[in-house]
T-cell receptor, first 113, second 116 residues
């Protein structure tokens, strides 16, 4: 079945360093790739998304890249800050006779001050 | 915060019982998706409703069912509760997208269900 693999499961960086989280999806019909940040006890919040007709998108310190051929997409956070500490989820959505969104298992990011 | 609301916030049930969870979508949104998030895991897609009809379904058994009402609010019903159904249940609403490409989903705060 459809699957989204996310790596690493845990990432620890020093404040000011960059963080990269990578995801791979299996369903070639996927055409929308959002990234969510979830703090403890709170709802997932969208931080950036990318559609299949775009290869890269940037919003201040956050950027996402998509390689449709390899079915890879990545989240890049630059100049990390302690408030970036949270769990990050990637997801892939598409519609092949029925809509589905598949989430990755999450990456717990720790930013050390 | 999003305009998506869910009720109740917490719920305790026993095995074999039935439960109904409710979601009010953000104004202007006519699509609602439901997810199950077990502790320490990513959200698992249960199903999506678009204009009162099921528009897609994940790998959940038929005892998970749903409804969407004319005002686009939605219910998730789970029959014959099992211990493994204990989780955070999230709903997310999104505006219709005529191109059928995915559109941004805005999550509610969730309902935490404990099955004993």
């Amino acid at each position: 079945g459809e699957n989204v693999e996310q790596h690493p499961s845990t990432l620890s960086v020093q404040e000011g360093d960059s963080a990269v989280i990578k995801c791979t999806y299996s369903d070639s019909a996927s055409n929308y790739f959002p990234w969510y940040k979830q703090e403890l006890g709170k709802r997932p919040q969208l931080i950036i998304d990318i559609r299949s007709n775009v290869g890269e998108k940037k919003d201040q310190r956050i950027a996402v890249t998509l390689n449709k051929t390899a079915k890879h997409f990545s989240l890049h956070i630059t100049e990390t800050q302690p408030e970036d500490s949270a769990v990050y989820f990637c997801a892939a959505s598409g519609d092949t006779g029925g809509f589905k969104t598949i989430f990755g298992a999450g990456t717990r990011l720790f930013v050390k001050a | 915060e999003t305009g998506v609301t869910q009720s109740p916030t917490h719920l305790i049930k026993t095995r074999g019982q039935q439960v109904t969870l409710r979601c009010s979508s953000q104004s202007g949104h006519n699509t609602v998706s439901w997810y199950q998030q077990a502790l320490g895991q990513g959200p698992q897609f249960i199903f999506q409703y678009y204009r009162e009809e099921e528009n897609g379904r994940g790998n959940f058994p038929p005892r998970f069912s749903g409804l969407q009402f004319p005002n686009y609010s939605s219910e998730l019903n789970v029959n014959a509760l099992e211990l493994d159904d204990s989780a955070l249940y999230l709903c997310a609403s999104s505006p219709a997208n005529p191109s059928r490409q995915g559109s941004t989903q805005y999550f509610g705060p969730g309902t935490r269900l404990l099955v004993l």
